[in-house]
């Protein structure tokens, strides 16, 4: 490949990385800021990006095709019983068009961690953009906070921005002071801190060591004052601690640091047991197994929230979203479409020792955010099934 080709398709990841976080339940994904929608955009770009580099093709391995047949059968079957006619261009889109091309380009190991630092770089910046704009416009009152946005999320309000770069959308009570979460340029700060909590987990394990990114990136996580963050920082923390080869007398200390991490996780969930969000997320998870149980094997089918909205409580009024991966998978897929992502989450954490520590955070995150059918997650799925057709002699590989 040329120089100038490799820049070409650097510019072209960036783009589709980029799109694909947009795409991942931000605020210009969810109101009329841009005139054409953020999937239509990211298809667009990646069918580009694929046709442009189309002699990959060529090069594709029978097991690696092997792999994808088994998938697609498999996906093919699940529209069949589980999704609507309504929804069938967004699933084919989804889990047919974009994850084959995800599947196929992204084929091996530099790809994927060529991948990661492009997806590390996008976040780092939309950090450090947040943490200037939330420091100048909300704690300092420098910048004029303009409220002429639109949001389509859970219900339809207007929101606060600045430039339309950076947005104000929740609020959290602390203390008896009512606080703006940074939420970035997301609909809710919980999805922020996903993708700042996978960020931080791939700058610490599988990226150059950078403190003063990794820095950046625990105060834009600590800035959303999401007790899921928190919780995850303490993960982090120990599990860096665990892993690290330069502290030799670290299993002398661990018992202590494993009591102590134990002792705020639990305090963390304790303080947050009386408070309206916690009331919701339960009733999130008895919803959704209340709903699963109708459709056990196909669920109530892609995207269909009637079965959920059938067995929320009635104080949850406007709240009616799901907060769970998990449990929207189960509602809406069942054991079927579950089962697509348990191989995600094994294959990743069978792969090698580092990707271990990433499942583990993957894992935690599904289980306690919604992002299920999110581009992000597409990614991650094409890439967790590409590391089936990948473990043959590079198990020890770093990513």
Not at 130 to 156: E, Q, R
Not at 225 to 230: E, I, N, P
Not at 234 to 240: E, G, S, V
Not at 368 to 388: A, C, D, M, P
Request: hydrophobic fraction near 50%.
């Amino acid at each position: 490949m040329t120089i100038q080709k490799k820049k070409i398709n650097i510019f072209f990841e960036y783009i589709i990385i980029f799109l694909i976080i947009l795409e991942s339940t931000s605020v210009y994904s969810n109101s009329d800021i841009l005139p054409i929608g953020i999937l239509s955009l990211l298809t667009i770009f990646v069918s580009i990006y694929a046709i442009f580099n189309i002699e990959k093709l060529k090069r594709i391995k029978k097991r690696k095709i092997l792999i994808y047949i088994i998938y697609i059968v498999y996906i093919l079957i699940f529209s069949i019983f589980s999704v609507e006619k309504k929804n069938y261009g967004n699933f084919f889109i989804k889990f047919v068009y974009l994850i084959s091309i995800f599947y196929f380009y992204i084929d091996s190991i530099d790809d994927i961690r060529r991948m990661i630092k492009i997806y590390c770089n996008c976040i780092f910046a939309l950090c450090f953009i947040s943490l200037v704009f939330y420091s100048f416009g909300y704690i300092l009152k420098i910048l004029p906070i303009n409220y002429n946005v639109i949001l389509n999320w859970g219900y339809t309000r207007r929101i606060g921005s600045l430039f339309n770069l950076h947005f104000f959308v929740q609020t959290e009570k602390f203390l008896n002071t009512t606080l703006v979460r940074n939420t970035g340029i997301f609909c809710e700060a919980p999805m922020y801190m996903l993708n700042l909590t996978l960020c931080l987990t791939l700058s610490m394990f599988f990226c150059e060591k950078n403190k003063l990114r990794d820095f950046i990136l625990i105060v834009g996580i600590i800035s959303t004052f999401s007790s899921t963050g928190y919780i995850i920082l303490i993960i982090l923390f120990t599990l860096y601690f665990v892993s690290s080869k330069k502290i030799t007398i670290k299993f002398l200390i661990l018992p202590v640091i494993l009591v102590i991490s134990i002792f705020i996780i639990f305090n963390i969930i304790e303080s947050k047991s009386d408070s309206r969000s916690y009331s919701v997320r339960y009733d999130d998870y008895v919803a959704s197994i209340q709903g699963w149980k109708e459709n056990i094997i196909f669920g109530s089918g892609y995207r269909n929230n009637d079965l959920f909205l059938k067995n929320i409580s009635s104080f949850r009024s406007s709240n009616t979203g799901q907060s769970s991966s998990v449990g929207a998978i189960l509602l809406q897929g069942g054991i079927y479409l579950f089962l697509l992502y348990f191989v995600s989450f094994l294959s990743i954490y069978k792969f090698n020792k580092k990707s271990k520590i990433f499942s583990i955070i993957y894992i935690i995150l599904f289980i306690l955010t919604v992002f299920q059918y999110t581009g992000l997650e597409l990614l991650i799925l094409s890439i967790s099934i590409n590391l089936i057709s990948l473990k043959n002699g590079v198990q020890n590989e770093k990513i």
